[in-house]
Structures are given as structure tokens and as C-alpha cells.
């Protein structure tokens, strides 16, 4: 039986998040979004509530976080190759609010693209188009998962999805510590929301990265 939890998602509103979202509502867990546009989010349930902030304000959403019983990050930058502090400092932002409510657990999403200990990322197109293409984002990705690393007192889990695509949900895909499973090099968001999902009930890779792949 699926334990209910009272979660915090910040950004539904891309593709990742609004799987997630979809897939938190279907097993009637209580469901807390933080929006710029709450608009934008054409969602409606009776286990949602939908609170109109900024994750740069946390007391915009300090009240609600503090009924979660856990964070659940899906920001992100999109396809955007600018310079961005999002992970470094906007979610920086999030663990001082959940060290405020005493909100212990926080499952975020990063990348695997950007590990130079990883077999994967020695891949031509990896190493030569993507990582140059995205390194503003990669760095400060790296930044986040360092903070983390030092932030003993937060139950972390890094999820570390291969390259992201549309599609109907498979149900089978692989998950290793800290590098792509071999072979691997894409999931679908729906299976990404999935395996994310399935850990809000699991103290399994409390303070581990995993990367996840077909």
C-alpha cells in the first residue's frame, strides 16, 4: 500500500515536472506547486494547491512547505545555454526554507552529462557538442550537487537522467549509482517521473546519485 505524502514540487510546469505532477495526483498524494504563472499550469485536483511565488522568495511558500513532508526539484533551464545561477542559488534558497520547516527530504534532478568520471560523457558527440553546448548549465549543476554533498542534515537523492525524450511510458528502465548504466543514453519523461515518484516512499539512495537510462 502507497504511503500519502504531503510534497512540495517546485517547477511543474516543463515536461519532467508536469509528469511528475500527473503521476503524485494519481496516487492521491497531496500535492504543493510553486508557479510564477499558476496559469500556465492547466491542472486541477482536489489534492493540488498551486501557490504563486518565486523559488528566489522563499516566504512566497514558507507556510505551505512547512505542511510537505518532502521537496521534490524538477527545475531546470530547458534548452537555454545561458549562464544561470538556478541550481546554485535558487535551490540553495529551498534548503534554507526546508531547514526552516524542518523538511528533511529533498529528491532533485541534475544531469549525467557532465561527470568526467563517467564512461559515458567520453562519447564523441557528449564530449565535443553536448558538454560545450551546456556548460553554463553543467557547471552550475556541479555546484548544486557539491552543496548537496555538504548539506549532511538534508536526506538527499540526485537523480541523474540520460538525454530526455517524449513517449509513452515503458515501465522498464535501468538505474545505476552515479554513472549511466552502459549502453544507455536516453529515457522518457514519463518513465523519469516514474522512478522519481517511487522514491518519496524509499530511503534507498538517501545521500546517492543515480543516473537512469534505457
Excluded at 55 to 71: F, H, W
Excluded at 132 to 149: A, G, H, R
Excluded at 160 to 166: A, K
Aim: with cysteine; glycine share 6%; proline share 4%.
Amino acid at each position: 500500500m502507497i504511503k500519502k505524502i504531503n510534497t512540495f514540487l517546485f517547477e511543474a510546469t516543463g515536461g519532467t515536472g508536469k509528469e511528475i505532477l500527473i503521476k503524485l495526483l494519481e496516487q492521491k498524494h497531496q500535492v504543493f506547486v510553486l508557479a510564477r504563472n499558476p496559469e500556465t499550469l492547466n491542472i486541477t485536483d482536489d489534492n493540488l494547491k498551486i501557490i504563486k511565488g518565486s523559488i528566489y522568495n522563499p516566504e512566497t511558500y514558507q507556510n505551505e512547505l512547512s505542511k510537505c513532508d518532502l521537496v521534490i526539484s524538477a527545475l531546470g533551464t530547458g534548452t537555454s545555454r545561458k549562464p544561470t545561477e538556478i541550481y546554485s542559488k535558487g535551490v540553495q534558497q529551498v534548503i534554507t526554507a526546508m531547514r526552516k520547516a524542518n523538511v528533511k527530504r529533498l529528491i532533485t534532478l541534475t544531469a549525467g552529462a557532465f561527470d568526467p568520471t563517467d564512461p559515458a560523457t567520453r562519447n564523441f558527440i557528449v564530449k565535443y557538442i553536448v558538454q560545450p553546448l551546456f556548460k553554463n548549465i553543467y557547471s552550475d549543476m556541479q555546484k548544486w550537487e557539491t552543496i548537496l554533498e555538504n548539506s549532511e542534515e538534508i536526506d538527499w537523492t540526485i537523480i541523474r537522467p540520460s538525454r530526455l525524450l517524449n513517449g509513452k511510458e515503458k515501465g522498464k528502465y535501468r538505474v545505476q549509482l552515479d554513472h549511466c548504466p552502459k549502453g544507455g543514453s536516453k529515457i522518457n519523461l514519463s518513465d523519469l517521473a516514474d522512478f522519481i515518484v517511487k522514491q518519496i516512499n524509499s530511503d534507498k539512495y538517501i545521500h546517492q546519485k543515480v543516473a537512469i537510462a534505457y
